[in-house]
């Protein structure tokens, strides 16, 4: 027997399994791009729908519910909006909210996503959180229901700036007339004397003052002055 003969003939079919097993994985790994592809193509529409009935229209509201008092800046790219507050004297921070929509690398999952911010940051505030589904089974009225309560939350935190006592340290004044706290940015009264704002807890404090400043700016008033 020719051992050379049959040696070539063992290495040549293991050479030929090799090719074959080499094919079916070139054709496994076509096959899977080309249902990737297919699904992103379905992600894409969805999250475009989702961006058209969902998301942008919450978001949008929200802008607009907040632009007599705080109004923000609007951005938006094809499958994310955000907004992004300003720092005034009655919300003493910068905020953004975005809300968005991505998957994951295949394709086969859709994930919506919150993220939040305060800066600085001195209450409790979960500012990032994401929902997944399955991209064949997307609840169109539970992503609806999902983003609503991130954005009531969002809300809830950036108003609580607004009396939050670390935030509004700066805004706290006291009533020269009766020595209570008053908050600047909606003190019911307010007066400039000498080149400063005075600012008083009602009206009649404020027309006591006006009446005779130095009385109570020398420090002669022993006890609060009687409302």
């Given at each position: 027997?020719?051992?050379?003969?049959?040696?070539?003939?063992?290495?040549?079919?293991?050479?030929?399994?090799?090719?074959?097993?080499?094919?079916?994985?070139?054709?496994?790994?076509?096959?899977?791009?080309?249902?990737?592809?297919?699904?992103?193509?379905r992600?894409s529409?969805?999250?475009?729908?989702?961006?058209?009935?969902?998301?942008?229209?919450?978001?949008?509201?929200?802008?607009?519910?907040?632009?007599?008092?705080?109004a923000?800046?609007?951005?938006?790219?094809?499958?994310?909006?955000?907004?992004?507050?300003?720092?005034?004297?009655?919300?003493?921070?910068?905020a953004?909210?975005?809300?968005?929509?991505?998957?994951?690398?295949?394709?086969?999952?859709?994930?919506?996503?919150?993220?939040?911010?305060?800066?600085?940051?001195?209450?409790?505030?979960?500012?990032?959180?994401?929902?997944?589904?399955?991209?064949?089974?997307?609840?169109e009225?539970?992503?609806?229901?999902?983003?609503?309560?991130?954005?009531?939350?969002?809300?809830?935190?950036?108003?609580?700036?607004?009396?939050?006592?670390?935030?509004?340290?700066?805004?706290?004044?006291?009533?020269?007339v009766?020595?209570?706290?008053?908050?600047?940015?909606?003190?019911?009264?307010?007066?400039?004397?000498?080149?400063?704002?005075?600012?008083?807890?009602?009206?009649?404090?404020?027309?006591?003052?006006?009446?005779?400043?130095?009385?109570?700016?020398?420090?002669?008033?022993?006890?609060?002055?009687?409302?």
């Amino acid at each position: 027997m020719d051992t050379t003969s049959e040696l070539e003939k063992r290495i040549q079919e293991k050479l030929a399994l090799r090719e074959e097993r080499r094919l079916l994985r070139q054709n496994h790994t076509q096959r899977q791009m080309i249902e990737i592809d297919e699904r992103i193509k379905r992600y894409s529409l969805v999250a475009d729908r989702l961006m058209e009935t969902i998301i942008r229209p919450q978001i949008e509201r929200l802008k607009q519910c907040f632009e007599a008092i705080n109004a923000p800046q609007w951005e938006t790219t094809r499958h994310a909006c955000k907004l992004l507050f300003k720092h005034t004297s009655e919300f003493p921070a910068t905020a953004a909210l975005e809300v968005g929509v991505s998957r994951d690398g295949e394709g086969k999952t859709i994930l919506v996503q919150y993220d939040a911010s305060i800066l600085p940051l001195f209450i409790r505030f979960d500012g990032k959180d994401q929902l997944s589904m399955p991209l064949e089974w997307v609840d169109e009225a539970k992503i609806a229901a999902w983003i609503e309560e991130k954005v009531l939350q969002f809300v809830d935190a950036y108003m609580s700036l607004e009396t939050a006592e670390q935030y509004q340290a700066e805004n706290i004044a006291t009533d020269p007339v009766c020595g209570m706290s008053v908050n600047k940015t909606d003190a019911p009264a307010k007066m400039d004397y000498q080149r400063r704002t005075y600012y008083f807890c009602i009206d009649d404090c404020r027309k006591k003052f006006a009446e005779n400043p130095s009385r109570y700016l020398t420090g002669s008033r022993t006890a609060p002055e009687p409302k």
